[in-house]
């Protein structure tokens, strides 16, 4: 899940408890305490998916993080590759 998803999902349900709220006839100190409430609950919920979405990401292999990343192999014989000698 993006960030961008979460939020407006958190903003989204941040607005239904206050709607809720304010239809149950609860008092502005309640409906804040609603509110935090609420955002705390979603910020640790989307702390532990992200966690686990980490943890269960597949470990990198030694083949695949040999040396600089998606460089190509350098051949044996590079510097015949490379350097022209020219006699004379």
């Known amino acids: 899940m993006t960030f961008p998803k979460f939020l ?4 989204a349900v ?8 304010y239809l149950d006839s609860a008092s502005v100190g309640i409906i804040a305490l609603r ?3 609420c955002a705390v609950i ?11 979405m980490v943890r269960a990401a597949p470990k990198p292999t030694a083949e695949r993080n040999n040396g ?4 190509a192999p350098v051949p044996k014989d590079a510097d015949s ?4 000698r ?3």
Do not use: D, K, P
């Open 8 to 11: 407006i999902g958190m903003l």
């Open 14 to 21: 941040i607005c239904i408890v206050a709607v809720w709220s």
């Open 35 to 37: 509110i935090v409430a």
């Open 42 to 52: 979603l910020q640790v919920g989307y702390f532990l998916i992200v966690l686990a």
């Open 68 to 71: 600089a990343g998606s460089q």
């Open 81 to 84: 590759l490379t350097t022209h």
């Open 86 to 88: 020219t006699s004379g």
